[in-house]
């Protein structure tokens, strides 16, 4: 009973080990696994054929053919995933017609006892020749090299074909030994790379190939080492371990590619944006030197005698310049942000002076509105406070300046109250308030902000009662310019609300919409009251 249940045990790691593939293939779906894969249940058919035969399940010639033609059936997939040859039209013609057909007739009249010796000499032949053919359209060796490997691979061709009127089973161990260990040459030269998963599966593909010569040499000296004794499997334990190692390496490597993509990525990526924010921060001091002299060479000359047309000239361009050198410092800041420049100060200052002087700053926009500013200080907060007072002011001025902005008649409220139970110390709250009408909330997703939605606006409502005093158009919105809306406006009967276009000074912008009547009168922006 023990050789019965050495087979077993045989054909049940088997069974685990395609079961094994069979979940690597699951997760990975490559398509080198899946011809491991079937090449592993060619051998897995191997070992059940000997579990039936043991038990006498199936005839003795049947268990004789599958003893050989299925290795040749696992060989198969094993090369195919290594070798590129077969994967032209003619490879795969010379592969097929070439080296597997005679392989599996060679074996199969050899079991069925045929006794032509020309017929085997035909198929050694024509397996020597297409073998030939397929290494010389997929050579990667020099001309020498390449003669040197298939002169020791056809020697032993050679001798298989003046030995197949005798003994024609030494053929069929050359044409298993030349499928293996060829395999293990080319698992060798696919992976090109000395690791433990392709040393080890390389060598015992070979070792595979030399069991089956091996053992004819043994059987012909009786050296007494029977044919089902395990250590002639040991070679198939190997290459799956082997084939196992390789995907584990395969990962990793391609572990590392990405960490090291990743990180050459992240590299590159701070490298632009360090030059960008350096190009930022040059170009903003660049561009702030001469902007603070222009405000200060204009304050010079509206210190002396002008003409009312030359003081309101001077005095847009020292808003604008105040607007751009605003707009330069915001960009400065920006660069310090991505730089990882920016810097909280931690000084002590004086909230009440900080806050007064900006009130009084922002005071005389809110008086040019009508608006009241109020400032509700809480009696909680401290007067000494540690904080940055140039970030703070920026804050706050931001917050006034669009409520202010935005409101035009009532009060803007800015509210300084102190949270409780602060583990931090004391920590102040800031909020804003003011009367505007501001933007519904179902509406803020659809801000009016080019010329079709200004339109569908306007006819959703007219016909109701003073829907429109005056109509304020900007002469560059997206999609539709506001001379394009202007002249739609005009068009409908119900409209009848002036229309005030705002151009950018010294814009160019046509203006045969106002001769038309679309447009009561022009704005040049800012607009000042």
Not at 29 to 39: K, N, T
Request: contains cysteine; charged residues 15%; glycine residues 8%.
């Amino acid at each position: 009973m023990f050789p019965q249940f050495q087979r077993v045990t045989t054909l049940s790691v088997m069974i685990v080990l395609v079961a094994l593939f069979t979940w690597i293939y699951a997760r990975e779906h490559q398509q080198r696994i899946r011809l491991w894969l079937i090449g592993w249940m060619a051998i897995m058919v191997h070992f059940a054929g000997n579990v039936l035969w043991s038990f006498h399940r199936i005839p003795d010639g049947v268990a004789v053919w599958l003893a050989s033609a299925t290795l040749i059936f696992a060989a198969c997939p094993f090369f195919l995933s290594v070798c590129r040859a077969p994967a032209t039209p003619r490879g795969r013609a010379l592969f097929w017609g070439g080296l597997f057909s005679p392989s599996i007739l060679y074996w199969t009249c050899l079991a069925m006892g045929w006794r032509q010796p020309w017929l085997y000499r035909a198929m050694l032949l024509l397996l020597m020749g297409a073998g030939v053919c397929l290494a010389l359209s997929h050579r990667k060796h020099s001309t020498a090299a390449m003669a040197g490997w298939l002169l020791v691979a056809i020697l032993p061709g050679v001798w298989s074909v003046y030995q197949a009127s005798g003994k024609p089973i030494y053929s069929m161990d050359f044409i298993l030994f030349a499928s293996f260990a060829v395999t293990g040459c080319c698992y060798w030269q696919h992976y090109a790379r000395c690791s433990p998963g392709v040393c080890l599966t390389s060598a015992s593909l070979v070792a595979w190939g030399l069991v089956f010569p091996v053992a004819a040499v043994c059987g012909y000296f009786h050296a007494g080492i029977p044919g089902d004794h395990v250590v002639w499997d040991l070679p198939k334990y190997f290459v799956a371990f082997g084939m196992i190692v390789t995907l584990f390496e395969n990962q990793t490597e391609l572990l590392q590619i990405e960490a090291r993509d990743r990180r050459l990525a992240e590299e590159t990526a701070r490298s632009a944006n360090e030059a960008k924010s350096i190009f930022l921060a040059s170009m903003s001091h660049e561009i702030r030197t001469p902007m603070n002299g222009v405000i200060g060479m204009t304050d010079l000359v509206l210190d002396t005698q002008l003409t009312q047309e030359q003081r309101e000239d001077l005095n847009l361009v020292k808003t604008s310049a105040e607007s751009l050198l605003l707009v330069i410092n915001d960009i400065l800041d920006f660069a310090k942000i991505e730089a990882g420049k920016m810097q909280l100060e931690q000084i002590g200052f004086d909230l009440f002076e900080t806050v007064g002087e900006l009130m009084r700053i922002m005071s005389f926009r809110a008086h040019q509105k009508g608006l009241e500013l109020i400032c509700d200080m809480r009696g909680d907060v401290p007067q000494e406070v540690v904080g940055d007072p140039v970030r703070l002011r920026q804050v706050l001025v931001n917050l006034l300046g669009n409520a202010i902005k935005f409101t035009d008649r009532g009060e803007v409220e800015m509210t300084v109250e102190r949270l409780p139970h602060s583990p931090a110390g004391p920590v102040l709250h800031f909020s804003v308030r003011d009367t505007g009408i501001g933007i519904p909330e179902e509406k803020q997703s659809v801000a009016v902000n080019g010329g079709p939605q200004a339109l569908a606006l306007v006819r959703e409502r007219l016909g109701q009662p003073n829907s429109f005093r005056l109509i304020l158009l900007d002469c560059q919105m997206p999609e539709m310019d506001g001379f394009e809306t202007a002249e739609r406006l005009h068009g409908m009967p119900d409209m009848a609300a002036p229309v005030v276009m705002l151009r950018s000074a010294g814009s160019t912008a046509d203006t045969a919409p106002h001769r038309k009547g679309a447009i009561a009168a022009s704005l040049n922006k800012p607009v000042r009251q």
